[in-house]
């Protein structure tokens, strides 16, 4: 006696076909993760290296520059002259399309026993210190992201 065998191949052609199509929808739905995953690590990054500029570079003006820095909001500029980006007081310009970035320079004062405390009529200022706060807002896949940072920076010497 033969066997019939001619059903069986279409069987396993069609559950071969099955298998591969969820192996392929689950590889596509991963690598669609993947990249959107890797566009907000983009965005994480950018951010993280505009307030870290905005920080270091404030920092840095401040040190050499102490008694012309007032607190306010402060915007990065680059300077010709000095080939180098200085903070400049007023607002910035939206920046790589995304990003709106806040710089403050805020003046410290200090309570009973030198601890800071927030600024009142009456409190005791402390000319060697100021904070710089800087804050980020951007939007991600139609959701508005914020980040936020500070720096107390001391003035040594005179």
Do not use: H
């Amino acid at each position: 006696m033969k066997k019939n065998n001619s059903g069986f191949l279409l069987i396993e052609v069609l559950l071969a076909i099955v298998i591969l199509s969820l192996i392929f929808v689950t590889l596509f739905t991963s690598l669609s993760f993947l990249t959107n995953r890797t566009d907000r690590a983009k965005f994480d990054a950018e951010a993280a290296d505009l307030m870290q500029q905005a920080v270091e570079v404030t920092r840095a003006y401040m040190t050499s520059n102490w008694e012309s820095v007032d607190p306010g909001n402060y915007k990065l500029v680059f300077d010709v002259v000095s080939n180098r980006y200085v903070p400049r007081t007023g607002d910035e310009p939206i920046l790589k399309g995304r990003y709106t970035r806040s710089i403050y320079v805020s003046q410290v004062c200090r309570g009973a026993g030198g601890v800071e405390e927030e600024c009142v009529v009456g409190s005791s200022i402390d000319e060697k210190s100021k904070k710089i706060e800087v804050s980020l807002i951007w939007t991600e896949v139609g959701i508005q992201k914020e980040a936020k940072t500070s720096l107390l920076v001391y003035k040594v010497g005179n």
